[in-house]
Structures are given as structure tokens and as C-alpha cells.
């Protein structure tokens, strides 16, 4: 019987599901648009996994990360649950050891992650500006009507250079309006669009950070070669895309997991597939308790609330049985 | 008359202090989404944090019964000196017939401060005032070493909460102190009942300590920091803050030849950055850094209001001083668009990055991939 660990990462954009074998190879990678359910696309993601794995693994540890990361690992039973900077962090040190800079760019915020004999030192999260995320592109492409998988062709093939405003997703907007109007082509502007994209990103996230090679550049947007480019362009230096660049949160995950296992010996926690065939529903409604009026998110499987989300005084959170204790004790050893 | 004053822990002291020269005391509601959003209705909207929270505060003192708010003033640089009277013409706009007193420093207006600080004192004899003054000074000194007892023992809670329901029973215990020996029995009270509270025990060298500096409001009030330093305890982090009242008791208000010096050197400290004075705690924020780091801690958890002239000069420092003490710092901007998530992630990421470092340390170099 052979061991495996589930990675799952849970985007505003994209769910990611992965699983690594006891040597840390790949053996499925699941990538889909969470279309704004993700509950919905890690159901679909496991089941594709039930279908598609051999009948002899035995799932020893499940992780998840990305901002669903607290509702799916509850609802699943995950062993680890992480915030994504670590687990992109533990990804890249798999693939690149030596790595010092890690470029991440999804859909909704984008992370510069410094590292200095492989730990983490320094980074930086960008969560409240569009401009230098995945749903920029996505926007210019519908926009456009190129679609986004035809963008970074099409940058590279861009002749002349045209300077686009790329400080706030609305100026871009119109700037790029404009210099369409002067007569640039689309492949032109798009190629602005992307060197403005990177621009923004390393003013924003860069700011005070000396950044050095090796450079990773991993997320979504990795796939985009006009974005590749300019980045290319902006540090001067060559750039790594991991193999499994768009999953590489998830595949962090899996490897914490794992090492959270084996250090612990403890059994996974993890509900098994079946989980997918219960059907959870998830509920919000504003708690009236105090004036704070937290909304609560909720998700209940046959009537029975499971999980609960968003309270500030922690009410609704620990009446579902929540595992602090035993997270408390294990994480002390 | 009844008073109240701007919701910053801990309150109880501020509400003995004024009960114990006779007035009737109203004490705001510990600040929620509802005071941020009367607050930031009714305040300009380049005001920093604090300013819009204190003003949701004082609407709702004042519909709970207040008719006199006490304050303090402020000067230099810091936009705080001026809150005072923009509060005042804010609340006078909006029909609420109330008095703000701005207690200023003694000095240079005397006898403005006598005239204000008698409003306080409410008539009471000089030796009265003494003795109260005593007894609010060893009450929030009594407090803040509780308060620093609990910020260690959090991180080693077996029941989550365990350490704040002690507290809040604690901070009832103190409601009613009028004399320095009720405040002191409290105080060996309430060790005896933290001793009860269950821990895990954790090698020394495996301790994890930040240091959270910043803005004074932001630092001390915890409704308004997302609870910063109970998020550090879930997470197995002992904390320090950089900001205690007993501290500004003893730097602002007991004379310089009698006071402890901690603060007077901090500052000084600081000044190898910070060389002029720019207001707020800046300087101060700066020292702390490097007493933090001379004391051992891990990393330092920088607040900083949005728009909060002092810090933002602090913030652009953070980086020339994580080099020059190899100490990580995450600086957290805080106002009422502050989304709870996103800065979970950055702590926990922020906890993970010290594990990692520290493991380094006590393993020589080598290092596991987390």
C-alpha cells in the first residue's frame, strides 16, 4: 500500500488539489476556477480524485492553505492548516533549494517572499490593490476579447514599447484607452500592460527589499509569458518556473503535512471521500449578540452546524467542537 | 455631573480615579463595529484611526448619560494635540451639549491646568488628591504587571480563553479598591488564581516573544487591534507591548528627579534614529525596538493607525533596522477597512518565519524545509 498526502489550496480564484507521494512526486494535480464556490470545486476536485488515484493509497495527511483554508480544512479534517505564504515557501524550497526571491501572483493578491538559507526572512502581501494581480489581466482580457491563455503570446510579439499606467487598475484603464486611440496595436498594448503589471507589483511589494537571484516566479499568472518577460526585463536576471507553477501552494501544504505526520505519528484526521457525498451547506447571518454584529458564516451537514467562521468573540466557533486543546498539546512537543 | 473619557485599556483605572473624587462615572462601551462607524460618519476623513473611534466613543457616552468628557491633550508634531478641540466642535455640530476638559502638561499654561485639573479633583483637598493619586498610580501599576503575567502565560494556555476569563474576573476584583492595601491584597489574589490555569510547559529556548510597538491607542486598546496579542497567544507567542499605562504615568506625570528612568532611557535609545522629536511615541517606538532585541525577543509586531504621521516615519525606518538587528518586524496598518483575514495570514506567516529563524539558531545552520 503505498502513502500519500492530499495539498489543497483554496483561492479567491482557483482551487488547487495535489497529491504527493512518500517521495514527494506529484501524482495528481487538480486546477479549477473556484467561480466564487469553492466549496462546491473541492467536492468536484476530490471526487475526480477518487476516481483517478489507485485503489491502494492510503491517504496519511492532508493539508490546506489559501483563504478558504479554515472552512475546507475543518469540513475535511485536515491535519494542517497554513496560511500561504509558508506553504508556497516549503514548495519552492523543494523544487529550488537555493532559492532567495519568490514572485507569487494569483488572482486576488499577490506575495514577494524573501528567503536567506532556506527559511523565510522577510515578504510582503498585496491584498487591497487590484493592479497588480491575476483579476487585472483577466478584466484587460475580457475586455480585449483576447482570451487570457492567448495574452502572453501575444505580449511577445509586441514591436514597439508603449508605457501604460499601471499605479491603479481604473488610470490603466483609461490610459490604455487612450493609447489605443493613438494607434498602438493590441499585442503593443498588451506588452504595456504587463511590464505596467510587474512595475506596480515590485514598487508595491519590493519597496526596502534587496531582491536576489535565484528568482522563482510562481501562481496563476506564471503562465502568462508576457508577465514572464517583463519580469525578466525588470530584475535583469533570469527567472524559474517551477514545474507545477499554479499549484505550488497546495503542493507546500502537502509537504507540511506530511512532515507534520511523520514528526507527530499521529493518525490523519482526514474524513476520507466520502465527504464528498455529504452535503454541506453554508450559510451566513449577522450574529445580534453585541454591537459588533459579526457576520457569521456557518455550514451545516444533515441540519447539524459543523463549522463556523468570522466571530470576533469565538461563541459560535468553539460551540462546534473546535480542536484547539489537542492542537495546543501536540504543538508544544 | 456625569463623566466619562476615551475608551483605552484599562478603563478601570480611569473610572476609580474619577469615582474616587466623587463623580458619577459613565464608562463607554468597549469600542465595536458600531462605534467605528459612527465615529468614521462624523469624523474628516483623512482624521487618523484613533481620532474617528474616539469620537464613536464619546457619542455613545454621551447617549448613555455623560455631560463632561475628560481628555488629554498633546503637542509637537503628533495631529493628537488637537483632538481635543476638534471633538469638541465635531459634537457641538452634531447638537450634543457636552464638555470636553483637555488636561494639556502643566507647564507652560499653569494656571489652565490648575483650573481644568480642579475640575477633576472636584474640590477635594490637596491631601486627598494625593492619596488618590497614589492609589490610581499602584492600582494601574498593579494592573499592568498582571497584564504582563498573562501576555506570557496565553501562549501556554491548555484551554483556549482560560487566561481572559481569569482576567475579566480580575478586573471586576479591582472595581471597587479604595486604598493601596485592597490593591495590593488583590494583586496576591489574582497570582494565586493564574497559578490555577493549567499550561503547557515549553523548554526556554523554544519560547517565542514579540514585542508589539506603535501608536499608543492602537497598542493599548486591544478592541481596535484585532485583539493582536490574544491572535499572538492562540498562536504559541508570548507578548510585550511597548505602550503600559503605569508607564505613561510615570514618564508624563511624576516629576523627573523622582521618576524611574526606563522610559527616559528608551528614548534616548531611539534617538540613533529618530533624532528630533516628531511626535507621538516615535522615538520612544524606535527604543523599544532595540530594548526588545537586547532582551532576547524574536520578532516585533508594528501598529500603526492609517495616516498616522509618527509611525509612517517609523515604518520607512523598519527596514534600515531589521538589517541592523537581523530582527524581523511586520508593521500592520490598522483602520476601520482593516479585514481581519488578510492580517491573519501575515501574522500567522510572521509566526512561522520567527519558528523558522529560531530553528535555525538552536540547530546550528541547518535547517528542515518549514
Not at chain 1, 112 to 128: A, G, H, P, R, Y
Not at chain 2, 40 to 61: D, N, Q, R, T
Request: hydrophobic share 40%.
Amino acid at each position: 500500500m503505498k502513502e500519500a498526502y492530499i495539498g489543497i489550496d483554496i483561492g479567491s480564484v482557483s482551487t488547487n488539489i495535489i497529491i504527493i507521494d512518500q517521495d514527494f512526486n506529484v501524482v495528481f494535480d487538480y486546477y479549477a476556477r473556484s467561480n466564487g464556490q469553492p466549496l462546491n470545486s473541492v467536492k468536484i476536485g476530490l471526487r475526480e480524485l477518487r476516481k483517478r488515484i489507485p485503489g491502494d493509497i492510503k491517504v496519511r495527511g492532508v493539508g490546506t492553505t489559501g483563504s478558504g483554508r479554515q472552512l475546507i480544512g475543518t469540513m475535511i479534517g485536515a491535519d494542517v492548516v497554513k496560511n500561504e505564504i509558508t506553504a508556497h515557501a516549503a514548495a519552492t524550497l523543494h523544487y529550488v533549494p537555493d532559492v532567495k526571491t519568490i514572485f507569487e501572483i494569483g488572482g486576488q493578491d499577490s506575495k514577494i517572499i524573501i528567503l536567506k538559507d532556506q527559511v523565510v526572512v522577510d515578504f510582503s502581501m498585496n491584498t487591497v490593490c487590484a493592479a497588480g494581480t491575476g483579476s487585472f489581466l483577466d478584466h484587460q482580457s475580457e475586455r480585449l476579447d483576447v482570451p487570457i491563455e492567448d495574452f502572453g503570446d501575444l505580449a511577445l510579439t509586441a514591436e514597439r514599447n508603449v508605457r501604460i499606467a499601471g499605479r491603479c487598475t481604473v488610470f490603466a484603464e483609461s490610459d490604455m484607452i487612450a493609447k489605443q486611440q493613438f494607434g498602438f496595436s493590441k499585442a503593443e498594448i498588451i506588452n504595456g500592460l504587463c511590464e505596467a503589471l510587474v512595475r506596480n507589483y515590485i514598487n508595491n511589494l519590493g519597496r526596502g527589499k534587496a531582491l536576489q537571484p535565484p528568482f522563482v516566479f510562481q501562481g496563476g499568472v506564471a503562465a502568462n509569458k508576457g508577465i514572464r518577460a517583463a519580469f525578466e526585463k525588470e530584475v535583469g536576471h533570469k527567472i524559474i518556473i517551477p514545474q507545477y507553477f499554479n499549484v505550488m501552494g497546495a503542493i507546500g501544504v502537502a509537504i507540511l503535512a506530511k512532515e507534520y505526520v511523520e514528526e507527530t505519528g499521529e493518525p490523519s484526521n482526514f474524513k476520507g471521500f466520502d465527504v464528498t457525498d455529504v452535503d454541506f451547506v453554508p450559510s451566513s447571518f449577522e450574529c445580534n449578540d453585541c454591537s459588533n454584529v459579526c457576520e457569521v458564516i456557518k455550514v451545516e451537514m444533515n441540519g447539524k452546524m459543523v463549522a463556523a467562521l468570522g466571530d470576533k468573540c469565538g461563541k459560535w466557533t468553539n460551540s462546534c467542537g473546535s480542536n484547539a486543546k489537542r492542537k495546543r498539546v501536540a504543538s508544544a512537543k | 455631573m456625569k463623566i466619562s473619557f476615551p475608551h483605552m485599556s484599562p478603563v478601570i483605572v480611569y473610572k476609580r480615579l474619577l469615582e474616587m473624587f466623587g463623580h458619577e462615572v459613565v464608562v463607554p462601551p468597549t469600542p465595536t463595529q458600531k462605534t467605528f462607524d459612527l465615529g468614521v460618519k462624523h469624523s474628516p476623513e483623512f482624521a487618523c484611526f484613533p481620532l474617528k473611534v474616539i469620537l464613536g466613543s464619546y457619542i455613545e457616552a454621551i447617549e448613555m448619560g455623560a455631560q463632561m468628557i475628560m481628555t488629554s491633550g498633546g503637542h509637537g508634531p503628533c495631529r493628537a494635540g488637537y483632538y481635543g478641540e476638534l471633538h469638541s466642535r465635531i459634537l457641538k455640530n452634531l447638537g450634543y451639549d457636552v464638555e470636553i476638559v483637555i488636561i494639556d502638561a502643566i507647564f507652560p499654561k499653569f494656571n489652565d491646568f490648575i483650573k481644568k485639573a480642579r475640575k477633576i479633583t472636584n474640590g477635594a483637598s490637596i491631601f486627598k488628591v494625593a492619596k488618590v493619586f497614589k492609589v490610581v498610580y499602584n492600582l494601574s501599576k498593579a494592573i499592568d504587571r498582571i497584564e504582563k503575567r498573562i501576555e506570557k502565560m496565553r501562549a501556554y494556555e491548555v484551554n483556549e480563553g482560560d487566561c481572559d476569563k481569569v482576567w475579566d474576573k480580575i478586573l471586576k476584583k479591582f472595581d471597587k479598591v479604595n486604598t493601596i492595601a485592597e490593591v495590593e491584597a488583590i494583586e496576591k489574589e489574582a497570582y494565586g488564581m493564574l497559578d490555577n490555569v493549567p499550561v503547557v510547559k515549553v523548554e526556554e529556548d523554544s519560547k517565542i516573544r514579540v514585542g508589539v510597538i506603535g501608536e499608543i491607542y492602537v497598542v493599548m486598546e486591544s478592541s481596535v487591534n484585532m485583539e493582536i496579542e490574544k491572535t499572538l497567544g492562540k498562536l504559541g507567542v508570548e507578548t510585550e507591548r511597548s505602550q503600559y499605562l503605569s508607564d505613561w504615568i510615570e514618564h508624563n506625570i511624576i516629576p523627573k528627579f523622582m521618576r524611574d528612568k526606563k522610559i527616559d532611557n528608551i528614548i534616548d535609545e531611539g534617538k540613533e534614529f529618530i533624532e528630533i522629536e516628531i511626535g507621538g511615541h516615535a522615538v520612544e517606538n524606535v527604543g523599544y525596538i532595540k530594548h526588545f532585541k537586547e532582551r532576547g525577543f524574536d520578532g516585533i509586531i508594528h501598529l500603526m493607525p492609517f495616516g498616522c504621521l509618527p509611525e509612517l516615519v517609523n515604518q520607512s525606518i523598519v527596514p534600515t533596522i531589521i538589517e541592523k538587528f537581523d530582527l524581523p518586524v511586520l508593521t500592520i496598518p490598522i483602520d476601520e477597512q482593516t479585514g481581519k483575514a488578510n492580517n491573519q495570514t501575515r501574522i500567522e506567516a510572521f509566526v512561522d518565519l520567527i519558528k523558522g529563524k529560531k530553528e535555525l539558531r538552536l540547530n546550528n545552520g541547518k535547517s528542515k524545509i518549514s
